[in-house]
């Protein structure tokens, strides 16, 4: 008997998601160097600091994401993520101090955050609007980043198709296949999120306007509506990401000809996570769409 579609896709994802949290995770590494050559402009207009001095925690270990351009897919499943997961990472790993800096100006990362109710309560938020944190830090600057003669938008184009960002396509694919084998509920919450401020697609979840509760449509679908993830689930809240934010706000979020020129249009993010002045956690990008699973990095400092 032929396997069935699903059957086939399942298949797939047993050997893709394995393979690619394998792949940039590191544990244990050692002594930073480049941390001390990268500083960093808060957002609400204090002094500067050194990424080195951020990271210094002595009451417990420190989580810092490396973003993209405000208008970036990565950059908004990083703070969409970082809203649902920050209360987890508090009490059950014991990250006591979380930063992220965006590459874009004060103004951009302002709008960002209001569009996904990010709080900046818990939050440190950086800009650079050179992308040049993410540069020392080794993140993937994608398809042909020294190349000044190409348009920025082609090569984003491009990367679209893998180009410099082997990742991207697998990750695409996976919003619209699901994923039988690891939950990853901040996706309902940035759904919500996104209802709630009136972006489209909004048939996704039923809330209810008393009490909040919230009836997800995604799990009466047959015989996978019980996975983790459930198909189509991500792909819709892309697809209401890239219209309700990044193209409804591209004014407001796009990179200037400053960052265009430095190349953030196609450079990616990362995270790390550090504890006593040791890496416990590394994560960098491997392409668009592909930012570094939450739950994965939960179970890795959980152990």
């Known amino acids: 008997m032929k396997p069935s579609l699903v059957q086939a896709c399942v298949a797939l994802l047993a050997i893709w998601y394995p393979m690619v949290d394998a792949l940039a995770p590191t544990i244990g590494s050692s002594t930073r160097q480049w941390s001390k050559d990268i500083s960093l402009t808060p957002l609400n207009g204090g002094g500067q600091t ?3 001095e951020y990271l210094d925690n002595t009451k417990g270990r420190s989580l810092f994401i490396f973003g993209t351009y405000a208008a970036d897919f990565n950059a ?5 993520r970082l809203r649902y997961y920050l209360p987890i990472l508090k009490s ?5 101090k979380f930063g992220i800096v965006l590459n874009c100006q004060p103004e951009a990362a302002k709008a960002l955050l209001e569009t996904v109710d990010l709080s900046t309560s818990d939050v440190d938020v950086f800009v650079d609007n050179t ?3 993410g540069k020392k830090f080794g993140v993937e600057r994608g398809w042909l980043p020294d190349n000044e003669d190409v348009n920025p938008f082609l090569k984003l184009f491009g990367m679209l198709w893998g180009l410099g960002a082997w990742a991207t396509l697998p990750a695409v ?7 039988p084998f690891i939950p990853q509920a901040w996706i309902e919450d940035a759904l919500a999120v996104g209802q709630k ?3 489209w697609p909004d048939t996704a ?3 209810d306007v008393v009490d909040g509760t919230i009836k997800n449509k995604f799990d009466d679908l047959p015989v996978v509506g019980t996975w983790p993830r459930r198909p189509l689930e991500l792909a819709t809240l892309r697809l209401q990401s890239m219209i309700g934010i990044s193209l409804k706000n591209w004014n407001d979020l796009a990179p200037d000809q400053e960052a265009l020129d430095a190349g953030v249009l ?8 550090v504890e006593n002045g040791e890496t416990v956690f590394e994560w960098k990008d491997p392409g668009i769409c592909a930012v570094v699973s939450f739950e994965s990095m939960i179970k890795k400092l959980k152990n």
């Open 76 to 80: 908004i499943e990083y703070v969409q």
């Open 131 to 133: 992308g040049e944190a």
């Open 266 to 273: 196609t450079q990616l993010g990362g995270c790390i996570v």
């Open 92 to 96: 059950e790993c014991n990250v006591s």
């Open 197 to 199: 401020k009136g972006r």
């Open 205 to 207: 979840l039923d809330i």
């Open 50 to 52: 050194t990424l080195d």
């Open 173 to 179: 694919i996976g919003g619209y296949i699901g994923n």
